[in-house]
């Protein structure tokens, strides 16, 4: 691609390409490794339902940053855990699901199914790719409650379940829960905020929260719809 020859107050005409450093030499960039890149291959047609595989390809995202900010924490059981955790809505009829994730009480019967029936296609799975038993079975263990336990059974969990809940404040979260229940942005906004904060279970889990909702926020104020 050709630059201008001369500066203007929106492109620079130098070319800055040789300062720009790769990917492996920056903080922050995520990429599906190779052990989950085989996972995923397996886990997406179980995915493809009401947009479950954007959002476990986000929530994998926050869940790499948030391992990579936790030491003992294991990206072996962390990442596996988060793109397979929610395969299980694949058993549930498409049109009793948002009925069961409504703000309000909705079908805690069917979020126990997904979590069960998610814990079996991830053995199966991880099985399949000849993961360590161990391994899987604490997989499972976390998938297995993701939504229901309150509490988190270790650091790994821990951040599976941050990472889940973070999603909803990300500008896909908030466009796909304003889509489910036919909210605008603020209502959206207002929902998953209360839904989020308090929820979390690690530090830079609800720094990152407070940071996605900071933005989010200012998208909708009057100052900045002005513009444009
Ligand atoms: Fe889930
Ligand atoms: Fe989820």
Not at 101 to 120: C, F, K, Q, S
Not at 175 to 201: E, I, K, N, P, Y
Request: proline fraction near 7%; aromatic fraction near 4%; include cysteine.
């Amino acid at each position: 691609m050709s630059l201008p020859t001369e500066s203007t107050s929106t492109r620079y005409a130098a070319d800055v390409s040789a300062r720009i450093p790769p990917r492996d030499a920056v903080q922050g960039i995520v990429e599906l490794a190779p052990r989950d890149r085989a996972i995923w291959e397996l886990a997406a047609p179980h995915l493809d339902v009401r947009d479950n595989d954007v959002h476990s390809l986000y929530a994998y995202g926050l869940a790499a940053a948030l391992q990579a900010l936790l030491p003992g924490s294991r990206a072996e059981i962390v990442l596996p855990a988060i793109l397979l955790h929610d395969t299980g809505w694949s058993t549930v009829p498409d049109k009793l699901i948002l009925a069961a994730i409504a703000p309000g009480g909705g079908r805690p019967d069917l979020v126990r199914r997904h979590e069960t029936e998610g814990a079996r296609i991830a053995r199966q799975i991880l099985g399949s790719l000849d993961f360590p038993e161990t391994d899987i079975e604490e997989i499972a263990a976390i998938i297995d409650g993701h939504d229901s336990r309150p509490e988190a059974l270790s650091p790994d969990d821990a951040i599976v379940k941050d990472a889940d809940k973070l999603w909803r404040l990300t500008p896909h979260g908030l466009r796909t829960v304003q889509g489910w229940f036919g909210l605008d942005a603020d209502q959206a906004l207002r929902l998953c905020c209360a839904r989020v904060h308090d929820s979390l279970f690690t530090e830079p889990a609800r720094a990152m929260a407070r940071g996605l909702a900071a933005v989010a926020s200012l998208d909708l104020a009057p100052e900045r719809t002005a513009l444009g």
